[in-house]
């Protein structure tokens, strides 16, 4: 496995139906060095599942599948409640960046395996805990981040949620 550490997010088509297995069309949308941050889990929040992984060679089910429109809509409400001063910016370029036609898919695939393998534990048992994160505690989760940002000068509180970091280039891109 490799030692990047970082959770990538991918639009793709359909879900993954084995290891290994790319759908026909994917297209990365942001990467996160060291976590799967809050931006990450709303827009995995579509009715989120375990799947294999499409770049990583493993038989276990270690990447997350949700809904695209749901997660992306989740995410939509969760910004509109950021109350930041430098928030402005990165909530454009958030919105103008999934508005794209050509950043759309039918699920949002998380590739997290680098992140899950930091802890040293079964990285299948860490992605389904994820699932189970994402769906029992999301909205806690999502309060306490907002709570954070809104209360803290500057914009490091702010980079945590995992805002200004879109890219359809991605340290990996399944589809080589």
């Known amino acids: 496995m490799s030692v990047a550490n970082r959770s990538y997010l991918y639009a793709a088509d359909r879900r993954p139906r084995r290891p290994q297995d790319v759908p026909d069309r994917v297209v990365g949308l942001t990467e996160w060095a060291f976590d799967v941050p809050i931006v990450q889990r709303l827009l995995l929040s579509g009715d989120p599942s375990v799947c294999p992984s499409m770049i990583f060679g493993l038989d276990a089910e270690i990447a997350i599948v949700g809904d695209f429109d749901a997660g992306v809509s989740a995410l939509r409400a969760f910004v509109a409640r950021i109350r930041h001063p430098d928030a402005a910016p990165l909530i454009a370029e ?3 960046f999934l508005d794209d036609p050509a950043h759309r898919g039918e699920v949002i695939v998380a590739e997290a395996a680098e992140i899950f393998d930091m802890d ?6 860490s992605a389904a ?3 189970t994160r994402i769906r029992e505690h999301l909205d806690t989760d999502a309060e306490a981040s907002l709570a954070m940002v809104n209360r803290e000068p ?3 509180a702010l980079r945590e949620l995992g ?3 879109w890219s359809t280039v991605l340290f990996y891109d399944p589809s080589d």
């Open 94 to 96: 958030a919105n103008e």
């Open 120 to 125: 040293g534990g079964d990285l299948a048992a």
């Open 129 to 131: 805990a994820l699932v």
């Open 154 to 156: 500057g914009d490091a």
């Open 163 to 165: 805002l200004g970091n």
